[in-house]
């Protein structure tokens, strides 16, 4: 029993933790999840209304815009890149972190460069869509050929005065904390996870599948929170997120942070943005609901 895998041990696993919720959540990962257009406030062309594919504003995040078949960033031949299509839910919880000016900040786990975008326009520009350069940004991505995808993204949507605040490294997140403690005032963990969507849509990955794999992810994802953690000042905010359904992956990894450290830290989540759901410790998109996500995220606040 312990060594039971596979696709009927997944949807076992997956039926135990949602009950009858499942099979809508696992038709929907098998479906195309929901994209936005998000607008690169970087690219300061003052019109881009005629850009194949973009439609209306998407559903009250701002500067995100609705995308057709006929969205292609290949047609564009400006230099900066005026649009970054991703998930609705990960931006979302890329600006849980609350940026604020003159801060430093961490992303942790980096590539391939869609919540590095959000935290730099938070970081980087003023009210009036103008730069102030005085904070920065550590990009981090230990894999190289993740890294190369980084650095492609941040050269396409990034002015030249604006990356020379970013400074790309290639750790082991799980270093940042001896390394470096206490030196970020803001860090975002978009931890490695089991990522279900693509899991389900790979049918060797399906077949392969166990419940340890998800665990043996929470072990590892555990190490990098406890990094992320102990390189935060006091008084400085995290956002831990994944991709994964597993609670062995989201609420538990913030759960054995809670017991061990319990007497250092509070919970920062705000009110439950649309589009997701409560959790113990965080918030949950399941694509179920509106195509978002999967999508897991918690906001912890270091104490002073």
């Not at 949807?11 to 919720?21: C, I, S, T």
């Not at 929901?34 to 607008?39: D, E, F, L, S, W």
């Not at 359904?245 to 319990?262: C, G, M, T, Y």
């Amino acid at each position: 029993m312990k060594n039971k895998g596979g696709e009927q041990a997944f949807d076992d696993y997956f039926a135990n933790v949602y009950g009858e919720r499942w099979p809508l959540i696992r038709q929907a990962l098998l479906e195309s999840d929901a994209k936005v257009g998000r607008r690169n406030l970087f690219c300061q062309e003052e019109d881009v209304s005629g850009f194949p594919g973009i439609g209306a504003s998407f559903n009250g995040l701002p500067h995100c815009f609705e995308i057709t078949e006929a969205f292609d960033l290949s047609q564009w031949e400006k230099f900066l890149l005026p649009f970054y299509r991703m998930d609705p839910a990960s931006i979302v919880a890329g600006r849980a972190l609350a940026i604020e000016p003159g801060d430093r900040v961490l992303d942790m786990c980096a590539a391939p460069g869609g919540k590095t975008l959000v935290l730099l326009e938070a970081l980087l520009l003023t009210e009036k869509n103008s730069w102030d350069l005085s904070g920065e940004m550590v990009a981090n991505e230990m894999s190289a050929k993740r890294r190369f995808r980084l650095m492609s993204v941040l050269k396409r949507y990034l002015p030249k005065e604006v990356r020379s605040r970013v400074k790309v490294t290639g750790w082991d997140g799980s270093l940042f904390g001896r390394k470096q403690p206490e030196s970020f005032d803001k860090v975002l963990l978009d931890a490695p996870c089991s990522g279900e969507r693509g899991v389900i849509n790979k049918t060797s990955d399906l077949q392969m599948w166990k419940e340890k794999r998800s665990k043996n992810f929470g072990v590892r994802q555990y190490a990098l929170l406890a990094s992320a953690f102990d390189t935060l000042k006091p008084g400085g905010q995290l956002v831990y997120s994944t991709c994964s359904l597993s609670p062995h992956e989201n609420d538990q990894v913030i759960a054995k942070l809670f017991k061990r450290k319990a007497d250092q830290f509070v919970l920062a989540n705000k009110s439950c943005p649309q589009g997701f759901e409560a959790t113990t410790y965080g918030f949950q998109a399941l694509p179920d609901q509106q195509g978002w996500g999967p999508i897991y995220f918690s906001a912890i606040r270091k104490n002073d």
